[in-house]
Protein backbone atom coordinates (compact mmCIF):
# COMPACT_ATOMS: atom_id res chain seq x y z
CA UNK A 1 0.00 0.00 0.00
CA UNK A 2 1.34 3.39 -1.13
CA UNK A 3 -0.72 5.22 2.03
CA UNK A 4 -1.43 8.47 1.73
CA UNK A 5 -0.20 10.50 -1.43
CA UNK A 6 0.25 14.14 -2.25
CA UNK A 7 1.04 15.85 -5.48
CA UNK A 8 2.89 18.26 -5.84
CA UNK A 9 5.78 18.22 -2.83
CA UNK A 10 6.73 21.86 -4.03
CA UNK A 11 4.83 24.64 -5.44
CA UNK A 12 5.65 28.44 -6.28
CA UNK A 13 2.55 30.15 -6.70
CA UNK A 14 2.20 34.07 -8.21
CA UNK A 15 -0.73 36.06 -6.17
CA UNK A 16 -3.75 35.72 -7.91
CA UNK A 17 -3.03 32.26 -9.49
CA UNK A 18 -4.73 29.10 -8.79
CA UNK A 19 -3.84 25.45 -8.11
CA UNK A 20 -5.02 22.17 -7.16
CA UNK A 21 -2.79 20.07 -4.50
CA UNK A 22 -4.00 16.20 -4.86
CA UNK A 23 -4.78 13.49 -2.31
CA UNK A 24 -4.96 9.84 -2.40
CA UNK A 25 -5.36 7.24 0.13
CA UNK A 26 -5.75 3.49 -0.71
CA UNK A 27 -6.49 2.04 2.37
CA UNK A 28 -10.61 2.36 1.78
CA UNK A 29 -10.61 5.14 4.52
CA UNK A 30 -13.84 7.14 4.96
CA UNK A 31 -12.63 10.02 6.48
CA UNK A 32 -9.83 12.55 4.98
CA UNK A 33 -8.34 15.85 6.06
CA UNK A 34 -6.54 18.23 4.97
CA UNK A 35 -4.22 20.49 7.52
CA UNK A 36 -2.18 23.37 6.88
CA UNK A 37 1.11 24.02 9.11
CA UNK A 38 2.49 27.14 9.64
CA UNK A 39 5.68 27.86 11.32
CA UNK A 40 4.96 28.25 14.92
CA UNK A 41 1.49 27.35 14.66
CA UNK A 42 0.64 23.64 14.73
CA UNK A 43 -1.43 22.06 12.19
CA UNK A 44 -4.85 24.15 11.39
CA UNK A 45 -7.80 22.40 9.89
CA UNK A 46 -9.00 23.52 6.65
CA UNK A 47 -11.60 20.84 5.11
CA UNK A 48 -12.34 17.62 5.98
CA UNK A 49 -15.23 14.78 4.61
CA UNK A 50 -16.73 11.78 6.14
CA UNK A 51 -17.40 9.86 3.02
CA UNK A 52 -17.67 10.31 -0.31
CA UNK A 53 -20.10 13.06 -1.85
CA UNK A 54 -20.07 14.84 2.33
CA UNK A 55 -17.24 17.66 3.21
CA UNK A 56 -17.65 20.41 5.89
CA UNK A 57 -15.23 23.15 6.74
CA UNK A 58 -12.52 22.84 9.26
CA UNK A 59 -11.27 26.14 11.23
CA UNK A 60 -9.28 27.99 8.31
CA UNK A 61 -11.43 27.17 5.26
CA UNK A 62 -11.47 30.52 3.50
CA UNK A 63 -9.65 30.72 0.10
CA UNK A 64 -10.28 27.12 -0.36
CA UNK A 65 -12.50 24.54 -1.60
CA UNK A 66 -13.01 20.70 -1.78
CA UNK A 67 -14.96 18.00 -3.31
CA UNK A 68 -14.66 14.31 -2.56
CA UNK A 69 -15.92 12.46 -6.25
CA UNK A 70 -14.58 9.42 -4.67
CA UNK A 71 -13.44 7.54 -1.53
CA UNK A 72 -10.08 7.74 -2.88
CA UNK A 73 -9.26 11.38 -3.64
CA UNK A 74 -10.05 14.56 -1.90
CA UNK A 75 -8.46 17.58 -3.79
CA UNK A 76 -7.99 20.83 -2.64
CA UNK A 77 -8.53 24.13 -4.68
CA UNK A 78 -6.65 27.29 -4.09
CA UNK A 79 -8.67 29.80 -6.13
CA UNK A 80 -6.95 32.75 -5.42
CA UNK A 81 -3.88 32.58 -4.35
CA UNK A 82 -2.46 34.99 -1.35
CA UNK A 83 0.80 34.99 -0.15
CA UNK A 84 -1.09 34.41 3.60
CA UNK A 85 -1.52 30.86 2.14
CA UNK A 86 1.85 30.15 2.20
CA UNK A 87 2.30 27.22 4.14
CA UNK A 88 3.05 23.41 4.45
CA UNK A 89 -0.25 21.59 3.60
CA UNK A 90 -1.01 17.83 4.71
CA UNK A 91 -3.42 15.50 3.90
CA UNK A 92 -4.69 12.76 6.02
CA UNK A 93 -6.98 9.96 6.09
CA UNK A 94 -8.67 7.61 8.85
CA UNK A 95 -10.80 4.94 8.90
CA UNK A 96 -13.28 6.55 11.21
CA UNK A 97 -13.66 8.97 13.87
CA UNK A 98 -10.74 8.25 16.78
CA UNK A 99 -8.79 5.82 14.75
CA UNK A 100 -5.53 6.61 14.27
CA UNK A 101 -4.99 9.08 11.53
CA UNK A 102 -2.41 8.43 8.18
CA UNK A 103 -0.47 11.27 6.97
CA UNK A 104 0.63 12.28 3.66
CA UNK A 105 4.20 13.66 3.33
CA UNK A 106 3.14 17.16 2.83
CA UNK A 107 3.33 20.16 0.39
CA UNK A 108 5.25 23.23 0.67
CA UNK A 109 3.33 26.14 -1.04
CA UNK A 110 4.59 29.37 -1.36
CA UNK A 111 3.01 32.15 -2.89
CA UNK A 112 4.63 35.44 -4.27
CA UNK B 1 -14.28 25.88 22.58
CA UNK B 2 -11.69 23.05 22.27
CA UNK B 3 -8.13 23.42 22.23
CA UNK B 4 -4.45 22.02 22.75
CA UNK B 5 -1.63 23.87 24.62
CA UNK B 6 1.67 22.62 24.35
CA UNK B 7 4.07 25.47 26.21
CA UNK B 8 7.12 24.58 25.21
CA UNK B 9 8.00 25.35 21.67
CA UNK B 10 11.54 23.77 22.00
CA UNK B 11 12.92 21.17 24.34
CA UNK B 12 16.92 20.16 24.87
CA UNK B 13 18.26 17.44 27.27
CA UNK B 14 21.22 15.09 27.10
CA UNK B 15 21.27 11.25 26.09
CA UNK B 16 19.72 9.34 29.09
CA UNK B 17 18.02 12.01 31.14
CA UNK B 18 14.43 11.95 31.19
CA UNK B 19 12.25 14.13 29.09
CA UNK B 20 8.67 15.15 29.98
CA UNK B 21 6.66 17.04 26.96
CA UNK B 22 3.96 18.52 28.48
CA UNK B 23 0.49 19.20 26.70
CA UNK B 24 -2.60 20.60 28.31
CA UNK B 25 -6.19 20.68 26.95
CA UNK B 26 -9.55 22.26 26.55
CA UNK B 27 -12.71 20.22 26.23
CA UNK B 28 -16.07 19.98 28.09
CA UNK B 29 -16.46 16.76 26.61
CA UNK B 30 -14.90 13.41 27.30
CA UNK B 31 -11.79 14.09 25.26
CA UNK B 32 -9.78 11.64 22.92
CA UNK B 33 -6.18 12.68 23.23
CA UNK B 34 -3.02 11.33 21.10
CA UNK B 35 0.46 11.96 20.29
CA UNK B 36 2.23 12.40 16.98
CA UNK B 37 5.34 12.30 15.65
CA UNK B 38 7.53 13.84 12.77
CA UNK B 39 10.92 12.79 12.36
CA UNK B 40 13.32 14.57 10.67
CA UNK B 41 12.23 13.87 6.21
CA UNK B 42 9.32 11.75 7.48
CA UNK B 43 5.56 12.40 7.72
CA UNK B 44 3.47 12.52 10.78
CA UNK B 45 2.78 9.81 12.51
CA UNK B 46 0.91 8.84 15.15
CA UNK B 47 3.30 8.29 18.55
CA UNK B 48 0.62 6.99 21.24
CA UNK B 49 -2.78 7.50 22.34
CA UNK B 50 -4.46 7.23 25.83
CA UNK B 51 -6.87 4.82 25.50
CA UNK B 52 -4.74 1.87 24.52
CA UNK B 53 -2.04 2.70 27.41
CA UNK B 54 0.61 0.98 26.36
CA UNK B 55 4.39 2.15 25.83
CA UNK B 56 5.37 3.31 22.56
CA UNK B 57 9.30 3.75 21.86
CA UNK B 58 9.78 3.99 25.99
CA UNK B 59 7.54 6.54 25.46
CA UNK B 60 4.17 6.71 28.14
CA UNK B 61 1.28 9.34 28.74
CA UNK B 62 -1.24 9.38 31.12
CA UNK B 63 -4.28 11.08 30.89
CA UNK B 64 -4.97 13.71 33.66
CA UNK B 65 -9.16 15.04 33.33
CA UNK B 66 -8.51 16.92 36.58
CA UNK B 67 -5.61 19.02 35.38
CA UNK B 68 -6.51 18.43 32.08
CA UNK B 69 -3.32 16.99 31.25
CA UNK B 70 -1.69 14.67 28.96
CA UNK B 71 2.05 14.75 29.40
CA UNK B 72 4.25 12.57 27.40
CA UNK B 73 7.36 11.10 29.45
CA UNK B 74 10.40 9.05 28.95
CA UNK B 75 12.69 8.08 31.39
CA UNK B 76 15.32 8.01 29.23
CA UNK B 77 16.03 9.86 26.34
CA UNK B 78 17.62 8.48 23.53
CA UNK B 79 19.47 10.53 20.17
CA UNK B 80 16.95 9.29 17.46
CA UNK B 81 13.89 10.82 19.72
CA UNK B 82 14.83 13.99 18.48
CA UNK B 83 11.67 14.82 16.55
CA UNK B 84 8.50 17.36 16.58
CA UNK B 85 6.13 16.24 18.74
CA UNK B 86 2.49 17.40 18.49
CA UNK B 87 -0.21 16.34 20.84
CA UNK B 88 -3.58 16.35 19.85
CA UNK B 89 -7.11 16.38 20.86
CA UNK B 90 -10.21 14.19 19.66
CA UNK B 91 -13.90 15.60 20.60
CA UNK B 92 -16.58 12.88 21.28
CA UNK B 93 -19.93 14.49 19.89
CA UNK B 94 -21.17 17.42 17.78
CA UNK B 95 -20.46 18.90 14.92
CA UNK B 96 -16.49 18.25 15.44
CA UNK B 97 -16.75 14.80 15.83
CA UNK B 98 -13.85 12.56 13.87
CA UNK B 99 -11.39 15.77 14.01
CA UNK B 100 -8.30 16.74 15.64
CA UNK B 101 -7.25 19.70 17.30
CA UNK B 102 -3.42 20.19 17.10
CA UNK B 103 -1.34 21.50 19.62
CA UNK B 104 1.59 23.94 17.97
CA UNK B 105 4.54 21.48 18.74
CA UNK B 106 7.36 20.79 21.26
CA UNK B 107 10.48 20.06 18.99
CA UNK B 108 13.09 17.95 20.90
CA UNK B 109 16.55 17.94 20.71
CA UNK B 110 18.45 14.85 22.49
CA UNK B 111 22.47 16.05 22.50
CA UNK B 112 24.65 13.10 22.73
Known amino acids: NAGVTQTPKFRILKIGQSMTLQCAQDMNHNYMYWYRQDPGMGLKLIYY???????DKGEVPNGYNVSRSTTEDFPLRLELAAPSQTSVYFC???????????FGPGTRLTVL | AQRVTQPEKLLSVFKGAPVELKCNYS??????LFWYVQYSRQRLQLLLRHISRESIKGFTADLNKGETSFHLKKPFAQEEDSAMYYC??????????????FGRGTQLTVWP
Open chain 2, 27 to 32: YSGSPE
Open chain 2, 88 to 101: ALGTDRGSTLGRLY
Open chain 1, 49 to 55: SVGAGIT
Open chain 1, 92 to 102: ASSYSKGNEQF
